[in-house]
């Protein structure tokens, strides 16, 4: 018998949609779980909207389970199906009919205080620095410089996540089937003083971004990813890469991503 982990908001109606899923979950013959368990998982459902995804996965710490996701009335990027289409999914599902969309992380490694730490976005990382202040970063990549930043921070963006925080800053939608990063920057300073590119730069998969503060080390830098933050003090130096980590998705049969961007967007 198939296990299947249930993830829902807080909100009213996911919670009476979860009712009616677990029923169906039953019919079609599946196990649920009390609990999230990496080896017996085999399905992840999760109810809500593209936040509740992002907090499943950093929750899970990206898990194998290919996940559903079903929209219960937000934007809803990641969630492919609406409640009413659940029974209806999970008879495909049974019979093989959907497709799997595997999305790769970001990586951000920061040195602060002499020591090494990683955050993890599916959507992206940012960078910023102390609240209300211009961040200065000498910026290379692969090892070559390419220019010192100044402006609000750098957002590094997966396909994925083109159409979240980095469509807001004017970044491009990329198709997630492309392998790539996208190095957008927020409110660059383009002035006789300062200079810096004032679009995003895409750079391809197995390519390093490194950032190093212009005053290191540099006592407070602020890093979100995926809706979350976290702050570091006496940064020396930062790396991003594609990340090893992803997760699957599942599609159904009929999904298209420019499709779904134009029934988001337009
Ligand atoms: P939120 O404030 O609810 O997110 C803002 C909106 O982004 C929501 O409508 C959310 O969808 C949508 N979204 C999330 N991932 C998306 C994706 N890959 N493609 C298209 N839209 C997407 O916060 P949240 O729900 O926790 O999401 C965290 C994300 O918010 C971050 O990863 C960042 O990308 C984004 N964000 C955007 C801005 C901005 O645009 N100015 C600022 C900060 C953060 P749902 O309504 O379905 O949740
Ligand atoms: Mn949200």
Redo the contacts with the bound molecule.
């Keep these: 018998m198939e296990k299947v982990y249930i993830k829902t908001n807080c909100m009213e109606n996911s919670a009476r949609i979860e009712k009616e899923v677990r029923a169906e979950l039953a019919d079609e013959g599946f196990e649920i779980l009390d609990g999230y368990d990496k080896k017996e998982c085999g399905l992840i459902v999760c109810i809500g ?4 995804f ?2 499943l996965i950093h929750e899970l710490d990206f898990p194998d389970a290919p996940i559903i996701g079903i ?1 219960t009335g ?6 492919e199906i609406d409640p009413s289409q659940t029974r209806d999914f999970l008879e495909n599902y049974r019979k093989g009919n959907y497709q799997e969309q595997v999305i790769s992380a970001v990586d951000i490694f920061i040195t602060s205080n002499g020591r090494r730490y990683r955050e993890t ?1 599916l ?2 990382v940012v960078v910023k620095g102390t609240v209300g202040c211009n961040i200065h970063l000498n910026m290379s990549i692969g090892g070559s410089f390419i220019e010192k930043f100044s402006g609000d921070g750098i957002l590094v963006a997966t396909p ?10 004017g970044g491009s939608i990329v198709d997630p089937k492309l392998r790539l990063l996208q190095v957008t920057p927020l409110a660059p300073l383009n002035t006789v003083a300062y200079r810096s590119f004032t679009s995003s730069l895409m750079l391809p998969a197995g390519s390093a971004l490194g950032l190093v503060p212009e005053d290191s080390p540099a006592p407070d830098i602020h890093i ?4 979350f933050s976290a702050d570091y003090h006496n940064v020396t130096e930062m790396k991003v890469k594609l990340s090893r980590k992803s997760v699957s998705l599942l599609r159904l049969e009929t999904y298209d991503f420019w499709s779904k961007v134009k029934s ?1 967007f337009l």
């Design positions: 909207g593209d936040g509740t992002l907090n929209n937000h934007l809803g990027f990641f969630q976005g959507n992206e994925a996540g083109s159409t979240a925080y980095n469509y807001s800053l979100e990813f995926d809706g988001k």
